[in-house]
Structures are given as C-alpha cells and as structure tokens.
C-alpha cells in the first residue's frame, strides 16, 4: 500500500459574471510518484493561512501513513488541534479530506461515488448560478434567464435585491426586486425553477415580508432570508413564509447543522465540500438531514476539483436535492485546467466509472492562469458572499 509522503499546491484563476475568484487545489502525494490524490481547500481568501495549515496537518497527521484510513485521519486533524475548527481549518482538512478519497479511488480503481456506497443516480440535476447582472433590469435578466434555459437548465437561481440594501430593504428596492422574480418567472414558465438567493443580508422583519412577497412565483427555495449566526431567526422565518427554506454556505462541519435540523429550521442544507469538512463530513451532514427528510443541495463556488467531488456525494445520498453549477458561466478555461470535468447536458451532469473523481492536472493550462493579487465578487450584497 502506497504511504502519504507530502503535500504541494496548484492555484489558477477565473472570471466570473459577477466576480473573479481564485481556487487552491492540494495535491498530496504517496511513495509511488504514479499514485497521488487532487484535493480542494479554496477558502475564497486567505489562501496563504490554509497551505500552511495543510502542510502543517500533513506533515504532523498522514506523512507515513496509509492514505484508505480517511476517517481516522479526519478525526484526527479536527480533534487533536487545540484550536478546534473555523473556516481556514476546515477548508484545509477539506482539501486533504477531497484528495484521500480522490487517492483511495485511484488505488482501488473505483469511482468515489462507488466507494461512498453506490449511486443511487448517475445524472446529477444542477441548477444555472452566475448567469445574471446584478444589479440589473427586469427586462435584462429575464433574457439572461431565456438564454440559461437555451443552454438545457431546468433550474436557475439569482439574487434579485440588488446591492443597495443590509438588514433592511426599502418599498422601492423591493418592489424592483418583486418585479426581478415576476420577469424571470414570466420569461422561463412555469415549469423551470427559480432559486431565490438573499445572500443571508436581511433581519427577520424583512426576510418575512420579501419571502411572502416571492411566494406567488413559486421558488423552489429560499436561500440565507436571515444570517446563519442564530438558528431560532432561520426558524422564525421558516415557519412564516410558505417557500422552503435553505442554508449553510457559512456553516462547518456536522455540529451547526444537526441544530438546524433539530429546531426544524430549514428544509434544504447548503454546506459547501471545500469548505464544510470535505466528502467524509458531507455524507455526514447528508445522513443528518435524512433522518427528518431534509434535502440537500450543496453550495458549490469551488473548483471542478470541489465541484465533482460535490457530484460524487449527490450521487451517493438519498436525500440529494439540486446541485449548485458556475462552470458554464466562469471563463472557459474552467473546463480545460483539468481533464476529466463533465459539462451539463439538458440541466444534468453524468457521472463516469473513471477511479477517484475521474480528474487529472492539466499543468500547462494551470500555469497560463495564475491567481489574481486581488478578487472582487458583486453577487448581491455590500457586504460580499
């Protein structure tokens, strides 16, 4: 059995419609230079704090070790650390967590999705983000809407409160809002869905009187009404506006969401794979949520790395909802740093029998594409997602 040996890092960039981003892929390498695991741990900032806490974590948790023991190596790097989780932490265990089971499906040539238990479906339904201006005119992202249904997406989700607006919203923002969804929901009919994202900005005053005022346009959630910090506000708002409520793009590890779904505060979980504790706190979070019949639907602004292993997961767990998809709206070189990443077909992503995540390096494409000294992101609110 090869053995961890060590841990190095690719980083490239991409342009986005509302945004630039930058992404932190891990590469940990074994004893056999052939057999090696692609993890991701993109924290969105901070890039730097999180390579060294991976190094740090590999150096002193899985050098020598064997790579199939993913769950004990996870256990190990939240546990042992006296300073217990936090983004940057969990990132960095996401990324090696991603790259173990990338690893484990290389060695036993078997697909991840495989390794997790089976595939309860081979086509993930996806849904269009990162298709509309903001802030825009109705008129404008309802032909922005028309031509994401063009490209097959049965799904599409938007921020349509604009930018002027922080806990509170004023009439007139709201009503242009209001006509937002209206436009979108005329031009799209009424069997595509609308996802309505609120980027958790508003108090819970507010967040009730928008989610009543988008209930006649039949969104399939509402995503983050309220911030994440005090689950009994995401419940008051659930139990007062008639769309399914969803969160947890802010959230880490398996702990914050068994107290959501304890209070019966959301009906759709969002934890993000580079982020939230990688493929093994996932399925963990999954088989939380399925025991009160919550879906998931995970928050995905992660690499193609992030972005398979997320499909992988969906694959695997009963109570998988949607998936989250930029790729079509990044630059196109999205599709070309790895080799092995799927494009949505009829708002579907299939899924191959290729070992591990089914991705390899493309260096050469990597290397045309450097991380960006500064990224911005515009997606809805002052304050930044």
């Known amino acids: 059995m090869p053995a961890i040996t060590d841990v190095e890092f690719r ?26 695991g692609i993890g991701d ?49 969990t990132t960095a265990i996401s990324g090696i967590d991603i790259a173990l089971w990338d ?29 509309y201006t903001n802030p825009g005119t109705p008129k404008q992202n309802a032909e922005e809407a028309k031509i994401v249904t063009g490209m097959g997406y049965t799904a599409l989700k938007f921020d349509p409160f604009g930018q002027e607006n922080f806990y509170k919203i004023s009439l007139a923002e ?20 609308i996802l309505v994202e609120a980027h958790a900005k508003f108090n819970v005053m507010n967040a009730i009187q928008i989610g009543r005022r988008m209930e006649e346009y039949f969104p399939l959630f509402y ?34 969401f068994a107290e959501i779904v304890e209070q019966h505060a959301a009906d759709v979980l969002q934890p993000d794979i580079a ?32 972005a398979m292993a997320e499909m992988h997961l969906d694959a695997s767990i009963i109570n998988f909802e949607i998936q989250e998809y930029h790729a079509e709206f ?14 949505q077909v009829d708002g579907y ?7 591990g995540l089914g991705l390899e390096l493309n260096e050469a494409e990597i290397a045309k594409h450097p991380p960006l000294a500064r990224v911005t992101s515009a997606g809805g609110t002052v304050r930044g997602i």
């Open 275 to 306: 982020n939230a504790g990688g493929i093994t706190e996932l399925k963990k979070i999954a088989i939380i949520a399925e025991a009160k019949h919550i879906t998931m639907a995970p928050h995905n602004v992660c690499s193609p790395v992030g």
């Open 223 to 256: 995503e983050e009404p309220v911030s994440q910090e005090r689950v009994a506000e995401l419940a008051e708002v659930r139990s007062r506006v008639n769309i399914p409520i969803a969160t947890g793009e802010r959230l880490y590890t398996k702990f914050p």
């Open 41 to 89: 741990a993109s924290p969105m900032q901070d890039d730097e704090q999180v390579k060294d806490l991976i190094t740090g974590f590999v150096e002193k948790y899985l050098r020598g070790k064997d790579p199939l023991e993913s769950e004990l190596h996870w256990t190990t790097m939240y546990q042992d650390p006296q300073a217990r989780g936090g983004r940057l932490a």
């Open 103 to 131: 690893l484990k499906g290389r060695i036993l040539d078997q697909p991840v999705w495989k390794l997790l238990g089976g595939a309860h479906r081979r086509s993930i339904r996806v849904y269009a983000n990162g298709w």
């Open 330 to 343: 990044y630059t196109e070189h999205y599709f070309t740093v790895l080799d092995g990443f799927t494009r």
């Open 174 to 193: 709201l009503q242009l809002a209001e006509d937002r969804v209206a436009a979108v929901r005329k031009a799209v009919g009424p069997h595509v869905d």
């Open 349 to 355: 992503v299939e899924l191959s029998d290729a070992p």
């Open 11 to 36: 980083q490239f960039s991409a342009n986005h419609h509302n945004a630039q981003r930058n992404w932190l892929l891990v590469k940990l390498n074994t004893d056999d230079p052939a057999v090696y």
